[in-house]
Protein backbone atom coordinates (compact mmCIF):
# COMPACT_ATOMS: atom_id res chain seq x y z
CA UNK A 1 0.00 0.00 0.00
CA UNK A 2 1.11 3.41 -0.65
CA UNK A 3 0.17 5.01 2.54
CA UNK A 4 2.65 2.43 4.61
CA UNK A 5 -0.25 0.63 6.46
CA UNK A 6 -0.48 -3.37 5.65
CA UNK A 7 -4.12 -4.65 5.77
CA UNK A 8 -3.32 -8.22 7.01
CA UNK A 9 -6.97 -8.73 7.86
CA UNK A 10 -7.16 -12.67 6.73
CA UNK A 11 -4.58 -13.00 9.10
CA UNK A 12 -5.88 -11.53 12.10
CA UNK A 13 -9.08 -13.02 13.93
CA UNK A 14 -11.92 -11.08 14.44
CA UNK A 15 -11.49 -10.70 18.82
CA UNK A 16 -7.57 -9.22 17.88
CA UNK A 17 -9.17 -6.89 15.65
CA UNK A 18 -12.10 -5.68 18.17
CA UNK A 19 -9.57 -5.59 21.28
CA UNK A 20 -7.39 -3.53 18.39
CA UNK A 21 -9.81 -1.20 18.02
CA UNK A 22 -10.73 -1.06 21.61
CA UNK A 23 -7.23 0.10 22.93
CA UNK A 24 -7.95 2.99 20.65
CA UNK A 25 -11.06 4.04 21.82
CA UNK A 26 -10.44 3.05 25.67
CA UNK A 27 -8.05 5.51 25.72
CA UNK A 28 -10.99 8.40 25.90
CA UNK A 29 -12.61 6.52 29.32
CA UNK A 30 -8.66 5.27 30.69
CA UNK A 31 -5.72 7.23 29.05
CA UNK A 32 -2.69 5.88 28.63
CA UNK A 33 -3.80 3.23 31.38
CA UNK A 34 -6.66 1.50 29.15
CA UNK A 35 -4.53 0.67 25.97
CA UNK A 36 -1.69 -0.38 28.19
CA UNK A 37 -3.94 -2.59 30.41
CA UNK A 38 -4.83 -4.39 26.91
CA UNK A 39 -0.94 -4.38 25.69
CA UNK A 40 0.24 -6.20 29.01
CA UNK A 41 -2.28 -8.94 28.98
CA UNK A 42 -2.10 -9.62 24.91
CA UNK A 43 1.83 -8.90 24.19
CA UNK A 44 2.11 -12.25 24.66
CA UNK A 45 -0.14 -13.86 22.61
CA UNK A 46 -1.39 -11.67 19.81
CA UNK A 47 1.30 -9.41 17.56
CA UNK A 48 -1.71 -7.22 15.48
CA UNK A 49 -3.31 -6.53 19.39
CA UNK A 50 -0.52 -6.06 20.90
CA UNK A 51 1.25 -3.30 18.36
CA UNK A 52 -2.62 -1.19 18.52
CA UNK A 53 -2.74 -1.31 22.09
CA UNK A 54 1.46 -0.55 22.07
CA UNK A 55 0.35 2.03 19.98
CA UNK A 56 -2.30 3.71 21.06
CA UNK A 57 -0.19 4.01 24.91
CA UNK A 58 2.88 5.65 23.66
CA UNK A 59 0.13 8.17 21.45
CA UNK A 60 -2.20 8.84 24.24
CA UNK A 61 0.95 9.73 26.60
CA UNK A 62 2.59 12.04 24.06
CA UNK A 63 -0.91 13.93 23.51
CA UNK A 64 -1.32 14.38 27.02
CA UNK A 65 2.19 15.69 27.82
CA UNK A 66 1.40 17.99 24.14
CA UNK A 67 -1.94 18.72 25.27
CA UNK A 68 -0.49 19.89 28.96
CA UNK A 69 2.31 21.86 27.38
CA UNK A 70 0.09 23.57 24.51
CA UNK A 71 -2.87 24.19 26.93
CA UNK A 72 -5.22 21.82 24.75
CA UNK A 73 -4.83 23.69 21.36
CA UNK A 74 -4.29 19.34 19.89
CA UNK A 75 -7.99 19.20 18.66
CA UNK A 76 -6.52 16.52 16.49
CA UNK A 77 -5.17 14.12 18.99
CA UNK A 78 -8.49 13.80 20.08
CA UNK A 79 -8.99 12.57 16.06
CA UNK A 80 -6.49 10.58 15.39
CA UNK A 81 -7.54 7.62 17.72
CA UNK A 82 -11.26 7.52 16.16
CA UNK A 83 -9.46 6.79 13.10
CA UNK A 84 -6.78 4.95 13.91
CA UNK A 85 -9.42 2.26 15.84
CA UNK A 86 -11.58 2.14 12.32
CA UNK A 87 -8.32 1.04 10.46
CA UNK A 88 -7.44 -1.21 13.29
CA UNK A 89 -10.79 -3.30 13.11
CA UNK A 90 -10.12 -3.40 9.22
CA UNK A 91 -6.84 -5.16 9.95
CA UNK A 92 -4.65 -2.63 8.72
CA UNK A 93 -1.28 -2.23 10.66
CA UNK A 94 -1.66 1.43 10.73
CA UNK A 95 1.00 3.58 13.26
CA UNK A 96 0.50 7.05 14.42
CA UNK A 97 2.57 9.49 12.99
CA UNK A 98 6.58 9.23 14.19
CA UNK A 99 5.93 6.44 16.40
CA UNK A 100 4.98 4.14 13.53
CA UNK A 101 6.75 0.39 13.73
CA UNK A 102 7.25 0.81 17.75
CA UNK A 103 6.47 -2.55 18.82
CA UNK A 104 5.45 -4.36 15.38
CA UNK A 105 8.11 -6.60 16.00
CA UNK A 106 9.53 -7.03 12.82
Known amino acids: MSDGA??????TTNEERTLAM???????LFPIVGPLIIWLIKKETSR?????ALQATIFQAISWGIGGATC????I?????????????KGEWVGYPL?????RGD
Request: hydrophobic share 50%.
Open 6 to 11: MTWGSE
Open 22 to 28: GAHLLAF
Open 48 to 52: YTGYH
Open 72 to 75: GVGL
Open 77 to 89: LLILPILWSMKAN
Open 99 to 103: IDGIG
